[in-house]
């Protein structure tokens, strides 16, 4: 989830109110991804982007002990995960069944987004050791959270703008082969019979998995 910020208050021995909030975002460029069999590829960038909030119900069995569950909902998703990326002329890719080459005018561009946030509102689930409100009367804890989030199948999407060749042979004088790969019909059928098949891939990964271990620290304020 990234970088994970979290306050909490005591709702009675056995049970605090925790809202939750996490960021983190990560941005690569200038990578060289080789193309089919070989071919000279595609200088790609990417970015990771990770931004949520949400509420949980610390549920302390023995509130003397660390031992919880945390039964709670993500109100606010925006996790996910994009990409671009300029083939170098003669680089191939399949799309569906159809392999096409970057043309040598106005070869391809690729723009993959990945979103992990079909259920904006979401249902969370997580156990753990630690509370954040000691009832000991600590200062500090060291709270672990392991769990899930309900957030449904990921999505996927793939925009393909410039010229793509269906014979090699005409990349280099964008030959009849060579088509606008965002406007012909038979390149977006192409292109969408791939999106499908990512799509199915995707399509068992339902619960995204929550993972987290921190430092907290009890102010006292009644």
Same mark, same amino acid.
């Given at each position: 989830?990234?970088?994970?910020?979290?306050?909490?208050?005591?709702?009675?021995?056995?049970?605090?109110?925790?809202?939750?909030?996490?960021?983190?975002?990560?941005?690569?460029?200038?990578?060289?991804?080789?193309?089919?069999?070989?071919?000279?590829?595609?200088?790609?960038?990417?970015?990771?982007?990770?931004?949520?909030?949400?509420?949980?119900?610390?549920?302390?069995?023995?509130?003397?002990?660390?031992?919880?569950?945390?039964?709670?909902?993500?109100?606010?998703?925006? !996790? *996910?995960? =994009?990409?671009?990326?300029? +083939? &170098?002329?003669? $680089?191939?890719?399949?799309?569906?069944?159809?392999?096409?080459?970057?043309?040598?005018?106005?070869?391809?561009?690729?723009?993959?987004?990945?979103?992990?946030?079909?259920?904006?509102?979401?249902?969370?689930?997580?156990?753990?050791?630690?509370?954040?409100?000691?009832?000991?009367?600590?200062?500090?804890?060291?709270?672990?959270?392991?769990?899930?989030?309900?957030?449904?199948?990921?999505?996927?999407?793939?925009?393909?703008?410039?010229?793509?060749?269906?014979?090699?042979?005409?990349?280099?004088? !964008? *030959?009849? =082969?060579?088509?606008?790969? +965002? &406007?012909?019909? $038979?390149?977006?059928?192409?292109?969408?019979?791939?999106?499908?098949?990512?799509?199915?891939?995707?399509?068992?990964?339902?619960?995204?998995?929550?993972?987290?271990?921190?430092?907290?620290?009890?102010?006292?304020?009644?």
């Amino acid at each position: 989830m990234g970088i994970n910020m979290q306050v909490a208050v005591e709702a009675n021995r056995y049970l605090n109110v925790r809202g939750i909030g996490n960021y983190f975002s990560y941005t690569v460029n200038n990578i060289k991804v080789s193309g089919n069999n070989g071919s000279s590829g595609v200088n790609a960038s990417g970015n990771l982007k990770f931004a949520s909030a949400g509420i949980a119900l610390d549920y302390f069995p023995r509130p003397n002990h660390g031992f919880r569950l945390s039964p709670g909902v993500m109100l606010y998703n925006q !996790n *996910g995960a =994009s990409a671009s990326g300029v +083939a &170098t002329p003669g $680089t191939s890719i399949t799309l569906g069944s159809q392999k096409y080459y970057a043309d040598s005018i106005n070869p391809f561009q690729l723009n993959p987004k990945l979103g992990l946030n079909t259920r904006q509102q979401a249902f969370t689930m997580t156990t753990g050791w630690g509370n954040m409100i000691s009832r000991s009367g600590g200062h500090w804890s060291f709270p672990f959270e392991l769990g899930a989030v309900f957030t449904g199948v990921p999505t996927i999407s793939l925009n393909v703008t410039g010229n793509g060749c269906a014979n090699q042979a005409d990349v280099a004088t !964008n *030959g009849p =082969s060579c088509v606008n790969m +965002a &406007t012909n019909s $038979t390149a977006q059928a192409a292109i969408n019979s791939q999106i499908a098949k990512y799509q199915s891939d995707l399509n068992p990964l339902k619960v995204y998995p929550i993972l987290s271990f921190g430092v907290a620290y009890n102010f006292r304020i009644h």
